[in-house]
């Protein structure tokens, strides 16, 4: 998946690099077992696509997508909304010194393909 970090930025390190990961494969499993219990989250197929860790693992940004990308601005507002219940449902998971906190952000990158190939498409 394309990184979405500005040139100027430094590249995340191995170490924030597996963090995030597992906290990605982690998420992935919460939501697919629907072990967050909360209205409005209700029917949402959320998929977790990449998660960046910060440098000193105590903050992460997660991108998620929903299946057909349907609504998914509403599905990160209401994932911000019950972010201190996802985070309490991934802490028993992860054997990290600290549990990030996250912040949920639409994952652009399938809208970005999809104007690329439209693009290669008209010439």
């Known amino acids: 998946m394309a990184s979405r970090m500005s040139h100027s930025a430094k590249a995340p390190s191995q170490r924030q690099l597996r963090a995030g990961e597992l906290i990605r494969h982690e ?4 939501f697919a077992r629907e ?7 209700a029917g949402r197929n959320v998929t977790v696509t990449e998660v960046q ?11 998620v997508t ?3 990308g349907m609504d998914v601005d509403g599905a990160v507002k209401a994932l911000e909304a019950v ?26 990158s399938f809208d970005e393909a999809e104007r690329i190939n439209n693009l290669l498409r008209e010439h």
């Open 53 to 63: 860790a910060s440098p000193d693992l105590r903050n992460a940004t997660v991108y």
């Open 35 to 41: 072990e967050v219990h909360d209205d409005s989250l």
């Open 27 to 30: 998420l992935a499993q919460i």
């Open 66 to 68: 929903t299946l057909g």
């Open 83 to 108: 972010s201190a219940k996802v985070r309490k449902a991934l802490a028993p998971k992860l054997s990290m010194k600290f549990i990030p906190e996250l912040k949920f952000r639409k994952d652009g």
